[in-house]
């Protein structure tokens, strides 16, 4: 696992359409401190995890702890680097021996996310590359390659700075896998931040990292492989100020919850 697929895969296992061209300016949330994992009266209880986000004096993250009381489970380094690029040296620690793995982000002159590259274990590579419309900060379509080969192309549709619908094709941009569809409320999204250093290629990626709400439901309404329709609810609970405090994450058909409180930074 790795940084913030960690909360998320905690807790669900997380353009041939154009962009719309309202591009809301959203004002950034306080920096997140730690979210922490609660049972279901929201109390800490044995065995829960804990992720820590640090910070250096000006506020730039160079750090995110994933602990389980007082063992650390995985840490990402963050290195900020000239052209607009990101390095993470990511160490799992829930091996006999740690594993380690790298990525490497960067970002446009309009820090836009234009490329991420992954180097996973056995030095195995995945390079994810974004396309933009000219003046739109919303990616209209992502393609993953995997050790040279195409592994998942997506066409992404985005309204109101959300993402909406999501197609993703596998192997070939001719091969439609899967459908779906996303709905947010109207808060400011938690993870989104100025630049998205955060971001790994894993389910959820591009509607956690990119849009401007909070998603509250995914929808997977077509899949080659089933016909089954797998709906995911998300819970949100707001401070006075607008933030959220606490969120639920899951699938609630199935009785799949987990629970978690955020902590966010003092000024």
Avoid at 32 to 39: F, T
Avoid at 90 to 100: A, E, L, T
Avoid at 112 to 122: C, H, P
Wanted: aromatic share 14%.
């Amino acid at each position: 696992m790795k940084p913030l697929k960690l909360i998320f895969s905690l807790t669900m296992i997380l353009t041939i359409l154009g962009c719309n061209k309202e591009e809301p300016s959203v004002q950034l949330l306080p920096k997140i401190s730690r979210i922490v994992k609660k049972n279901s009266e929201f109390k800490d209880y044995t065995g829960a995890t804990i992720e820590k986000y640090i910070y250096d004096k000006s506020g730039i993250l160079t750090e995110l702890q994933l602990l389980q009381g007082a063992f650390q489970l995985m840490n990402t380094k963050f290195t900020y680097h000239p052209n607009n690029i990101v390095t993470k040296e990511i160490v799992d620690f829930g091996f006999s021996n740690p594993s380690k793995s790298s990525a490497e982000l960067i970002f446009d002159s309009k820090n836009r996310l234009i490329k991420s590259t992954e180097t996973l274990s056995f030095n195995t590579k995945r390079v994810q590359t974004f396309e933009y419309d000219t003046n739109s900060k919303y990616p209209k379509s992502t393609t993953i390659m995997d050790d040279g080969k195409l592994f998942l192309y997506k066409e992404l549709s985005w309204k109101s700075g959300n993402l909406i619908e999501e197609k993703e094709f596998v192997n070939s941009k001719s091969e439609l896998s899967d459908i779906f569809q996303y709905e947010y409320d109207t808060h400011k999204n938690l993870f989104k931040s100025d630049q998205n250093v955060l971001y790994e290629n894993s389910i959820y990626s591009e509607s956690m990292y990119f849009s401007e709400n909070n998603l509250i439901k995914r929808v997977n309404n077509y899949s080659k492989d089933t016909d089954i329709e797998l709906t995911i609810i998300n819970k949100y609970f707001y401070n006075s100020e607008g933030y959220v405090y606490r969120m639920t994450l899951g699938n609630p058909v199935d009785k799949i919850l987990d629970y978690f409180e955020v902590e966010y930074l003092k000024n």
